[in-house]
């Protein structure tokens, strides 16, 4: 064991002692049975779907229970960080209504960046050292890759531990000569774990487990050669979940073998531990079976796949909530919304993200709203995503509400053609002229139809139009007989070479001039939305093209 004097000068003189911290971060006075969560990302890139997931089961635990929800910006990794990810982990919380209780911006228990609590955990590291239960390690990464290849060839666990831990029991004399020729080295925590050893612990989700328990000698502290030492996760979360006072800890199954270890830090640093709960990851089906949604190969794992879309954040938390508790999934939106997340009716199984079904979840949603609401999220997602609508949004308000109406307001089971925001274009945009792009006679939606006779039926159409005539669809239909279509599908089907097509053909006519589709609401509906100009005009460009 070093001499206090050695392990004091490996640290700043005016470094604060433990007491210190836990004075400036005192328990909280809080409800009995208050939960104190927090979610830590990291940021090494797109904020994950499942990140939202777990911020809104966090988020949703604690605020019931009368306590706090934080976010602790995870960056001790620093090799990987990904420039701007922070700042877009605050937008994707903000999009989706799971803000932060706690975080730089707001919070008693800062800072909530790992990078700027360096000071904390030295305090921590030197109490360790000074106690014996951490000690300098000097070994090189040559030195470490031959230990793991020898224990490879004895078929023995590989590690950091035992005999293998070549500096855990080193001479006092050894290390100062190490630290005298300026040597790099890492602070190891000396584990009380043995080989075969088990450890068990219980989860709030899955109960009683049990598990290997660690046996290795884990680094807390990098190493010394970089000019801001920092720690690992594994020191890191155990001091800020302590001093941040964090009771409940949410994170997914896969953290479910460093408990072990987790709980030996907390013991070696005399905290109490937080109760742990670990959920099965979001995962996705493919042929033959399911995995993880991945960051890598899945689009969809990504938040900003949502965003850009424009899902709206309602619809997406009213889906993940039912991949957290089923039960939730049965309910009507609004309700479901205000219902708790209960994590005793969580599955062991990782739920699947279907895609299909959050759509359809959308569309419905959207189907409730208001022609103004919706108009204002169409408009508040342009801003970002789709910049050249948001002009003609404001320069045809009126007109943009009507479209909306149609089919929508006032009816039994109101159209659901939008099922994100960025849908608007494609469903409504044909209604507005600067949107609007017309489709000339020789496009195949025209089915071979002669040109000739498409502009000469525009053109008289557009020539005798009577926008509000008793029975709007008349004219269609008179039109239909000059041109030598049929008067219906069953006439048209007996002699199709004797005419160039049947009524429906005759509407779809006038419906690709009006919509540039063959697929739109009433047109009888679309009309009357656009105007009697509009719609002469618009059946003027097909006969003219």
Not at 226 to 244: F, G, N
Not at 256 to 268: D, K, M, N, R, Y
Not at 397 to 410: D, N, Y
Not at 488 to 511: C, H, N, T, V
Request: charged share 25%; with cysteine.
């Amino acid at each position: 064991m070093l001499v206090p004097s050695v392990i004091d000068a490996l640290f700043p003189a005016d470094l604060p002692e433990p007491g210190h911290w836990e004075e400036r971060y005192p328990p909280r006075g809080l409800p009995e049975g208050a939960q104190v969560t927090r979610l830590g990302p990291s940021p090494t890139g797109f904020v994950h779907i499942g990140g939202i997931y777990v911020a809104m089961i966090n988020r949703d635990i604690s605020r019931r229970s009368g306590g706090p929800y934080l976010v602790r910006i995870e960056d001790t990794d620093q090799s990987r960080e990904v420039e701007g990810a922070v700042a877009q982990f605050a937008g994707a919380f903000d999009y989706f209504g799971v803000p932060a209780d706690e975080d730089d911006r707001n919070g008693d228990y800062g800072p909530y960046l790992q990078s700027a609590r360096q000071p904390i955990y030295l305090s921590y590291v030197r109490d360790l050292l000074r106690r014996d239960l951490a000690y300098l390690c000097f070994a090189t990464s040559e030195e470490l890759a031959e230990a793991r290849r020898r224990q490879e060839e004895a078929k023995v666990p590989t590690g950091y531990y035992g005999e293998w831990a070549i500096w855990r029991d080193a001479e006092p004399t050894a290390v100062q000569a190490k630290l005298d020729e300026g040597a790099p080295y890492v602070v190891r925590f000396r584990s009380p774990g043995t080989t075969g050893a088990r450890a068990s612990f219980t989860d709030a989700i899955r109960g009683r487990l049990e598990h290997e328990d660690n046996r290795n000698d884990v680094v807390l502290l990098k190493s010394s050669a970089h000019p801001l030492p920092l720690p690992t996760y594994h020191l890191a979360h155990a001091v800020d979940d302590h001093l941040m006072r964090v009771t409940l800890v949410v994170r997914g199954e896969e953290w479910i073998s460093s408990v072990p270890l987790h709980l030996q830090l907390f013991e070696a640093l005399g905290f109490t531990p937080p109760t742990y709960a670990h959920i099965a990851p979001l995962m996705k089906k493919i042929p033959g079976g399911k995995r993880k949604l991945s960051k890598r190969k899945d689009p969809e794992s990504s938040v900003t796949f949502y965003v850009q879309a424009g899902y709206p954040a309602e619809a997406v938390l009213f889906y993940l909530r039912g991949l957290a508790n089923g039960r939730l999934a049965e309910l009507p939106l609004p309700q479901a919304l205000e219902e708790p997340i209960r994590l005793a009716e969580f599955g062991v199984a990782g739920p699947l993200v279907d895609l299909v079904k959050l759509e359809d979840i959308s569309a419905d949603h959207i189907a409730t709203l208001s022609g103004e609401q919706i108009l204002a999220a169409v408009r508040a997602w342009a801003a970002e995503h789709d910049p050249e609508l948001v002009p003609v949004l404001d320069a045809e308000r009126e007109l943009a509400l009507a479209a909306l109406a149609v089919e929508r307001e006032g009816v039994d089971n109101p159209r659901k053609d939008l099922r994100k925001w960025s849908d608007f274009r494609t469903a409504y945009g044909f209604f507005f002229r600067q949107l609007f792009v017309p489709v000339p006679v020789g496009d195949p939606q025209f089915g071979g139809m002669a040109p000739d006779l498409v502009r000469a039926f525009a053109e008289d159409f557009a020539a005798g139009y009577r926008h509000d005539a008793a029975d709007w669809f008349d004219q269609i239909r008179a039109l239909a007989a000059k041109h030598g279509f049929a008067s219906s599908p069953k006439e048209y089907k007996k002699d199709p070479d004797a005419y160039p097509g049947s009524i429906r053909e005759a509407s779809q006519l006038i419906r690709l001039a009006l919509t540039g589709s063959t697929r739109s609401p009433d047109l009888f509906a679309v009309a009357n939305t656009l105007g009697a100009a509009e719609v002469v005009r618009r059946a003027r460009v097909l006969a003219a093209s």
